[in-house]
């Protein structure tokens, strides 16, 4: 197997407002991914402001003191770069991919609309509809929906529970007032950590976010939020289609804890892809779904395991008995030793494709350092998926599925009966 990095690559400084600043310097690459990044997302926010930090990430983008939101973008579209910014549960970020001769741009454009945008009224309210509109269409979105009802159902009352994007309600009675205290609150230099990946000079990079971010001052209010408990649910919303979207899962491990890597390897055989004990059983031996698989949802205190599909309605007790019995077979006997090497090679090599990316270099250090604290290469994580044991596996599953599942239903359910004993413990 290729090379997996090398930890010295990853430089850190800390200015001395608090700010972090993470590179990784790959001098082949002719790109570069910069990030600005805020430990901050919809965890963090009341309950009546559910979705400010998503609102906020899209009208950032709406003008500074120097660029209008076209100028913005047409800066970045104009050396054919990527400008853009995602929102998280517990992060958000804006970023930028270039070419290496446009990193002093690319940093300008970000920290221009980062520090100076003005959020013009009549911007906010365009914006709004913007965001109800996306609201709708994910609500619109069966496979995407389904996950909104699973989470309400299964950390009831939780901010975790809540959509990264807010609802109807709480969007609609969102004022400029309310993101400029919630900016001012939340956003603060111990929160922001500033990556780059790529064809980047890590001094050049700390000298000048010091000349643009150095002014800013103070620290964000600690927010603790209980540790999530989980609730097995029944979820069952009829809508008139022609699939009926699934999401049965489990409790499972926070971001952080030790035996991940077991967890990734049982996630990978279970329902990690096309080869998958999931897909194979259920789409290629059966007929029954056209989409399935297995997937992790891990944050600072909480996690779940869970298999979502897209099946016929009267699939769907015949599919959540097929899941049933493969958990069950991973509980009483693991996998088998080639399945085993298979999901930690194929792991592996997602890991090293994921390396030809500066974009997927930038978000790795910074998710390891808001996080763990520290650069976990590559190198280590290969290492560590290499030793899980079957053992590992074995009491891991025993672990996860001994409880009750929770399920989430969207679509035509009406003649759909559940009988307690499929979401029983395995």
Known sequence: MGSLGDASAVRKSVLPNGIRVLTEALPEFTSATLGIWVENGSAFEPPE??????????????GTERRTAKEIAEAIDGVGGVLNAFTGKEYTCYYAKVLREDLPLALDVLSDLFLHSTFPEEEIERERGVILSEILESEDSPDDHVHV?????????????????????????????????FLSERYRPDRILICAAGAVDHDWLVDRIGQAFGHLSGTTPKVTTATPAPKPALSLIERDLEQVQMVLGVPGLPHTDDRRYAAYVMNTALGGGMSSRLFQEVREKRGKAYSIASFLSAF??????????????????????????????????GLERGEL????????????????????????????EMYFGRNIDPAEVAAAISGVLHDDVVALSRELFSGRMSLALLGDVSEVAIDDALLSPV
Do not use: C
Request: charged share 25%; hydrophobic share 40%; proline share 3%.
């Open 300 to 333: 600072r205190g909480a996690g779940y395991l869970a298999v979502n599909a897209g099946l016929g309605a009267d699939a769907v007790v015949e599919v959540l008995e097929v899941v049933r019995d493969e958990l069950g077979k991973l509980m009483r006997g």
């Open 49 to 62: 402001l559910n979705g400010i930090s998503h609102f906020l990430e899209h009208i950032f983008f709406k």
């Open 341 to 368: 090497e298979r999901a930690k090679s194929q792991i592996k090599g997602t890991i090293l494709l994921s390396l030809e990316s500066s974009e997927s270099r930038m978000s790795r250090i910074a998710k390891n």
């Open 149 to 181: 009802v699973f989470d309400r159902a299964f950390w009831p009352g939780h901010p975790l529970s809540l959509p990264i994007t807010g609802t109807a309600q709480t969007v609609s009675g969102m004022k400029r007032e309310h993101f400029l205290g």
